[in-house]
């Protein structure tokens, strides 16, 4: 045991005495949420829209003019009909319309309440959502002003239609993408960096010949990734709970436990490409094609993987990530408690248990 | 301690063979040296005996143990200390040495006596990273934590490569101190001079032993009487001693050229090597004889 603590504590000094390593621990994660939370949420400036006006009375022209002044808008046409609409969405020439029913006006001043529909191109959801947003803020402050000088207010509901991806998947909860990345890069990289190291710097070859055995060289090595990767979990957690006001609605006992089961999944995945590789450079090139393109692209983090073609959605299953992402959205988003997410959890258990289980049948006592 | 029978190893299916058919025993207590140029198959005759590889053919025990079966054995009770620098160089001296104490079940202070002779000339500095130390000190570290687990046979490749003379020097002081603490050593070197230090050599090339025995014993071996021969124009010496009918045995030794004269006395030998260089119209020539070393030995074995 005295062995085993005096090993941790000589990986924790490697890693606190290397720069790199501090700064892709430490770093990454930092940069990911803020490249992420605010560069990707970029400001709208004039965005194409079309008004199809049916009412042209005084109360639509208003709002027209106020958001053809705003400079979020740029009005391309100001009467249009619904097919040219659809052609102009499809084609891409417009990001936005509102339509303005017959009788607006009457409607609104007769029996207090008028619609608007809304529709935007939500192909890009975080995009649409932004749009939305400014107009109903608008209509909103011509209601206000309104309201000002009668006694009954009146009231103008926008009808929101999100065209093309109507439940804004892949939208701004992003937060449970970055985790499954950063996770994934801190555990298998760097358990695999470390391990193939000691291979290169030969010290491997004197650990051999120690009465230390090798099993515990390698627990050792994963022992303080496991820790560093939950300090991770929590700076990102606490991160978007207070920059991006994203808070944790399920439990945070839950949300750690299930973190601590995908680090230990990562952990086996870097543990074997260790044993696998003789060079650090080779061991960061399979993790980084081998596990971030993957992750990237099938755990439903960038792309839905609803969308994708069969074969690629049974290829998405292996990937670990895909499970985590479902699981710390269940959490942190929905709220949801550990009975809804038991299938995920036991894949993940099964995927850490299959790459312990080889790594442990294939790791080599002696020099290859 | 160390008894090895007939063992081989091939490398890439066969394809290089490494060590051939090599059998030597050591004695509890000895300093025994594996002599031999880079490529002689020393490291896997040592990776052989410390567990990490396993033989193609033959066997071997240390301290009693088999490589094969009793590895574990062997692990705990060995000191190893490979080729290439292997301590961690980002982690100090003292704590490179009490990592090694820890990870061996023991402590520097309870075989600090064993190290101190050494230690105290590196302590100065245990504050600082083993990556920045100079060649010697590693060296010297990397003996500390061989040493710190109270081995009963200490393997050393190659511990002087890449040493200054001074060091080197120093440090074969150190094994002798360390021969006369009971911890038998077995050290292998491509330097021939150090070769007179050990016990007994072991002349290895190509991954064979061409010849076992104490240091002394192969120089007076030597089969015939040697002579040191110089003149101004050495590239031409050479060349005159190649192509003499019948030639010399020749080869350039440092700045002299040995030539081998055997069944003639000394003044016939000298006389007979003047007059060829004199009649080749080569001057300020120089003949003398000289007693052979272990390089010397180990050219004619490589030659016969």
């Known amino acids: 045991m005295k062995q085993f603590i005096t090993f941790v504590k000589k990986e924790f000094y490697h890693v606190l005495r290397d720069r790199r390593t501090l700064l892709i621990l430490f770093g990454m994660p930092l940069a990911q949420i803020v490249i992420f939370g605010f560069a990707l949420t970029n400001e709208v400036k004039n965005a194409r829209i079309v008004i199809v006006d049916h009412a042209k009375d005084d109360a639509s022209r208003s709002i027209i003019d106020r958001i053809g002044a705003s400079n979020f808008f740029e009005i391309r046409e100001d009467v249009m009909d619904r097919n040219r609409m659809e052609t102009a969405f499809k084609e891409g020439k417009i990001k936005l319309a509102i339509l303005f029913p017959a009788n607006f006006q009457r409607d609104l001043f007769h029996q207090n309440h008028a619609p608007i529909q809304v529709i935007a191109d939500a192909s890009d959801p975080n995009y649409a959502t932004t749009l939305t947003n400014y107009v109903s803020s608008i209509i909103q402050d011509y209601q206000t002003e309104l309201n000002e000088t009668v006694a009954l207010p009146y009231r103008i509901t926008p009808q929101l239609r999100m065209l093309y991806n109507p439940q804004l998947k892949g939208a701004p909860n992003f937060v449970p993408g970055v985790m499954a990345l950063v996770l994934m890069l801190v555990s298998v990289m760097m358990t695999a960096i470390s391990i193939v190291r000691e291979k290169e710097t030969g010290t491997l070859e004197i650990l051999l010949v120690s009465p230390f055995k090798p099993v515990w060289v390698i627990l050792s090595k994963a022992v303080p990734y496991l820790i560093l990767s939950l300090v991770n979990v929590l700076s990102i957690v606490l991160m978007s709970v207070f920059v991006l006001q994203l808070p944790v609605e399920g439990s945070w006992l839950l949300l750690f436990a299930e973190s601590t089961l995908f680090i230990v999944t990562c952990l086996t995945l870097g543990i074997f490409i260790s044993i696998k590789t003789k060079s650090q450079q080779v061991a960061m090139l399979i993790s980084l094609m081998g596990m971030l393109l993957p992750t990237m692209m099938f755990s439903g983090f960038m792309f839905p993987i609803e969308n994708m073609p069969v074969p690629l959605q049974i290829i998405s299953n292996v990937v670990p990530a895909k499970w985590f992402y479902i699981i710390v959205k269940s959490i942190m988003i929905k709220g949801v408690g550990f009975a809804a997410i038991w299938k995920e959890t036991l894949i993940l258990l099964g995927i850490a248990l299959f790459f312990f289980v080889i790594s442990l049948r294939s790791f080599k006592i002696r020099l290859e | ?304």
């Open chain 2, 1 to 304: 301690m160390v008894n090895v029978n007939n063992i081989s190893k091939t490398y890439n299916k066969g394809a290089v063979k490494a060590v051939n058919d090599v059998s030597f025993s050591v004695e509890k207590g000895e300093l025994f040296g594996l002599i031999g140029p880079d490529g002689a198959g020393k490291s896997s005759i040592f990776r052989i005996l410390t567990t990490l590889l396993l033989p193609d053919s033959g066997g071997a025990t240390v301290a009693g143990y088999d490589v094969v079966k009793d590895y574990r054995q062997i692990r705990s009770s060995v000191g190893y200390m490979p080729g290439r620098f292997s301590l961690y160089p980002d982690l100090s001296i003292e704590e490179n040495l009490h990592f090694f104490a820890t990870v061996f079940n023991t402590t520097v202070a309870e075989n600090y006596h064993l190290i101190e002779d050494i230690y105290v000339q590196i302590e100065p500095f245990k504050k600082r990273r083993a990556g920045k130390l100079s060649g010697g000190m590693k060296q010297k570290l990397a003996l500390c934590c061989a040493l710190i687990h109270k081995p009963t046979v200490l393997f050393l490749d190659e511990p002087t490569t890449g040493v200054d003379p001074v060091s080197r020097k120093e440090f074969w002081e150190m094994l002798k101190r360390l021969k006369q603490q009971g911890i038998t050593i077995v050290v292998s070197t491509p330097y021939m001079d150090e070769a007179t230090r050990c016990d007994r050599i072991a002349l290895i090339q190509g991954g064979s032993i061409l010849s076992i025995n104490p240091p002394q014993q192969i120089v007076t071996a030597y089969p015939s009487p040697l002579y040191a021969v110089k003149a101004t124009d050495m590239p031409r010496v050479i060349h005159v001693l190649a192509t003499h009918q019948p030639p010399f045995n020749s080869y350039l030794f440092g700045e002299y050229i040995h030539v081998d004269m055997p069944g003639m006395g000394d003044q016939e030998a000298v006389q007979v090597l003047t007059d060829v260089l004199a009649k080749a119209g080569l001057d300020g020539i120089e003949v003398n004889p000289v007693t052979p070393t272990i390089e010397d030995c180990f050219i004619k074995l490589l030659t016969t």
